[in-house]
T-cell receptor, first 115, second 118 residues
């Protein structure tokens, strides 16, 4: 069964500092991997996705993530944090289950950006 | 161009009452999903429809929960005899069978319906 582990339920960074949010996955087949962002009282919005093409994936708002099979990781980074990046971030993995892609989410990492 | 819409956005009810949530997916999407999200957790899968057929249900979906998608368009999620443990955000998502989205699992989410059971 697939699973996702997000290390650190809360991360604080200073404005302008590097953002690093960690995600490790477990999957019995080559996975599809996603990062979603959720602002307070809103639904989830896709940031970026890995679909077995390039291992370095670029997303919206300056975020990127690197798929490392040997480490079963898909960490999210951004070189310089902005105040508007404060939100909750979810890593997710999907694999085929009975004819559709079943998506499993991590517990989320809440990012705080300190001015 | 509209995304996934959910109604109501917020619902406060007393324990034991019934509540119903509605989800309107992106119009060309034929797959619809319901997730539940509690405080400090990621979304948890509840159920999935392809067109009007409900193809999978999580064990989280107790007998008090029922979901329908009668004409393969909008969907409703009803909770009967609500309990305090049902307090959560109920998220609807849709996807398209065909193209690249369905092969990856990319989901398009609504803004959610937050339920508070007193």
């Amino acid at each position: 069964a697939q699973s996702v582990t997000q290390l650190g339920s809360h991360v604080s960074v200073s404005e302008g500092a590097l953002v690093l949010l960690r995600c490790n996955y477990s999957s019995s087949v080559p996975p599809y991997l996603f990062w979603y962002v959720q602002y307070p009282n809103q639904g989830l919005q896709l940031l970026l996705k890995y679909t077995s093409a390039a291992t370095l994936v670029k997303g919206i708002n300056g975020f990127e993530a690197e798929f490392k099979k040997s480490e079963t990781s898909f960490h999210l980074t951004k070189p310089s944090a902005h105040m508007s990046d404060a939100a909750e971030y979810f890593c997710a993995v999907s694999e085929n289950s009975g004819g559709y892609q079943k998506v499993t989410f991590g517990i989320g990492t809440k990012l705080q950006v300190i001015p | 161009d509209t995304g996934v819409s959910q109604d109501p956005r917020h619902k406060i009810t007393k324990r034991g009452q019934n509540v119903t949530f509605r989800c309107d997916p992106i119009s060309e999407h034929n797959r619809l999903y319901w997730y539940r999200q509690t405080l400090g957790q990621g979304p948890e899968f509840l159920t999935y429809f392809q067109n009007e057929a409900q193809l999978e249900k999580s064990r989280l979906l107790s007998d008090r929960f029922s979901a329908e998608r009668p004409k393969g368009s909008f969907s409703t999620l009803e909770i009967q005899r609500t309990e305090q443990g049902d307090s959560a955000m109920y998220l609807c998502a849709s996807s398209l069978a065909g193209g690249t989205a369905i092969y990856t699992g990319e989901l398009f989410f609504g803004e959610g319906s937050r339920l508070t059971v007193l």
